[in-house]
Each structure stands twice: as structure tokens, then as C-alpha cells.
């Protein structure tokens, strides 16, 4: 294990512009490292304190190596247009800082910053929220669709091209989101199949052809027999 050990991660600024934060940390004793750090090459040492005030505090180990003080940092980026940047190094969901005899590797970083992105894609899920995702990463909700429930529905007007308006007899619409009081969920990027059986609607086809071929026959029929009932009082 070396007497230092470089840790860097990107930040951004209120414009999105991406700058390195480059945190470096020191042997000074025994089971004891300080703290050092710079912004793009520039030293920021003089703005790192603990989060709460006071410090920097030197990160120290017990001798099994766990973390025992400091490790809760606060990072004073206002002059770079970053605003303040909390540096945790324990309790977080990659786990803590650890000193055993080892190479030093970070194991895990996040930041929950992130630079200009435009939309690429949207997607939307069986509650009907609609959610965006950009080419910087993110993914954000950002609308939700509503179902609507008739008590009459089959009173409703149609208007055409599967658009329907509520009318007197319908009542007014019940709203509310997808899944929650039996307004059922929503599918997407799904095709609603034909509810027509095909076989059975040729089959009446058929039948309704035949039977229209039929009718034709006998008005045919009657136009003859009258032809030849005035053709025999003419005679």
C-alpha cells in the first residue's frame, strides 16, 4: 500500500460543464490519512471541511482497518460556478473506506451530477407514466396518463376515427390512474388485436349474400307475373 492514493470523479457545473475533482489522500501516521484535493489541476485543499464545520479531519482506521474518524467531507465549489459538493467516503451504498494491506482501488463512486443531455427515447409503463431518457443518463418521469370510466359506456357519441364524447346518458367520466380503482392498466408500445373472428363473419357473409341473391329472385318473380297479368287483361 502506497503512502497516497488518488481518487478522482467528475462534476458539473450549473451549466453542465464537466470539471475533475481529484481527491488525494495522505499517509501522515500509523492508521492515519489526510486530505487533499484540486479542481481541474487547481488546489482546493483551503475549501474542504467536514460536513458540519471545522476541519478537514484525517480519515483514521482501527487495526482491523475500519473506519473510526472523518471520511464526511464538504467541498466549497462556489467560485467555480459548482456550488458546495458533499464528499462522503463512509456509509454509503458502495460501503465505507477501508485500510487493509492492499493495493488501493476505489470500489465504487456516484455523483448526482450530470451534464446536458437531449431526449432520445420515451417510454411508458403499465401506470401510464411517461418517462423520458436522455443521452447524459438520466431517466426522469415526467407526465402520467389518466384513465377514464363511463357508467354507460355503451351511450357514449362517436364521433369517429375511435373517438368518443360523453353524452347525458353516459354520464360523466370517472378519472383516475392506471391500476387504481378498476380503471385496469395500460399496455404500451402494444397493438390491440381484430375482436372479429374472421371465419365466423364470412360464414354470415356467405349466408347474407345467398339470402340477398334470394330476394332479388323473387322481386324478379313478382315483376314477371305482373308483366304477364297486364299482358293478359290487355288481351
Given amino acids: ?39 481541474d489541476g487547481n488546489d482546493i485543499t483551503g475549501n474542504i471541511t467536514n460536513q458540519g464545520g471545522g476541519g478537514p479531519t484525517d480519515m483514521t482506521f482501527n487495526a482491523n482497518g475500519t473506519m473510526t474518524g472523518g471520511g464526511l467531507y464538504a467541498v466549497d465549489l462556489n467560485a467555480s460556478n459548482i456550488g458546495p459538493v458533499n464528499l ?61 370510466r363511463f357508467n354507460a359506456p355503451g351511450k357514449l357519441h362517436r364521433e369517429g376515427s375511435n373517438l368518443y364524447t360523453e353524452t347525458q346518458d353516459s354520464g ?16 404500451s408500445n402494444s397493438l390491440e388485436q381484430s375482436n372479429v373472428d374472421l371465419s365466423n363473419e364470412f360464414v354470415h357473409m356467405i349466408l347474407y349474400q345467398q339470402a340477398f341473391q334470394a330476394n332479388s329472385r323473387i322481386i324478379t318473380t313478382t315483376d314477371t307475373l305482373m308483366q304477364e297479368v297486364l299482358n293478359l287483361k290487355q288481351a
Fill in 1 to 39: 500500500m502506497a503512502d497516497h492514493y488518488d481518487s478522482s470523479i467528475t462534476v458539473y457545473d450549473n451549466l453542465g460543464n464537466s470539471h475533475t475533482l481529484d481527491m488525494t489522500y495522505t499517509k501522515a501516521a500509523a492508521n492515519d490519512w489526510g486530505v487533499t484535493g484540486t479542481l
Fill in 172 to 187: 360523466v367520466p370517472l378519472t383516475g390512474s392506471a391500476g387504481t380503482n378498476g380503471l385496469g392498466t395500460i399496455n
Fill in 88 to 148: 462522503n467516503l463512509t456509509g454509503t451504498a458502495g460501503g465505507s473506506t477501508t485500510q487493509y494491506a492492499a493495493s488501493s482501488v476505489t470500489n465504487y463512486t456516484s455523483q448526482d451530477g450530470y451534464g446536458p443531455g437531449f431526449l432520445q427515447r420515451i417510454s411508458i409503463n403499465s401506470e401510464g407514466v411517461i418517462t423520458g431518457n436522455y443521452s447524459n443518463g438520466q431517466v426522469i418521469p415526467q407526465y402520467q396518463l389518466t384513465l377514464a
